[in-house]
Nanobody, 121 residues
Framework: QVQLQESGPGLVNPAQTLSLTCSVS??????????WSWMRQPSGKGLEWLGV?????NTYYNPALKSRASISRDASEFSLQLNSVTLEDTAVYFC???????????????WGKGTPVAISS
């Protein structure tokens, strides 16, 4: 049973760095043909894709956030760092597993429950 759980601070000051972790259980993040993704949803707005790290360690980012976002992985978790946050980064942040066979995007297979993050001083 694959389970994902987001964790991190619920409140971050403007201009600081947001750091979130997605804990993965029931599988390994290095299993072939999968990738691990971060997304977010501001209140009342649509879901925004932030980036992924693939099973073999390659990263891909939303061009709008590429200069500020970084995704990394550990043995049983992967993380998002978002630098220089502003009020517009306030959102519910989600982690997810996506299919990635032969480098082809196959969509979301599992979701975390999401964790709200407010940017405020």
């Amino acid at each position: 049973q694959v389970q994902l759980q987001e964790s991190g601070p619920g409140l971050v000051n403007p201009a600081q760095t947001l750091s979130l972790t997605c804990s993965v259980s029931g599988t390994s993040i290095t299993v072939s043909n999968y990738a691990w993704s971060w997304m977010r949803q501001p209140s009342g707005k649509g879901l925004e894709w932030l980036g992924v790290i693939t099973y073999d360690g390659n990263t891909y980012y939303n061009p709008a956030l590429k200069s500020r976002a970084s995704i990394s992985r550990d043995a049983s978790e992967f993380s998002l760092q978002l630098n220089s946050v502003t009020l517009e980064d306030t959102a519910v942040y989600f982690c997810a597993r996506i299919g990635w066979p032969r480098g082809t995007y196959y969509g979301v297979e599992y979701w975390g429950k999401g964790t709200p993050v407010a940017i405020s001083s």
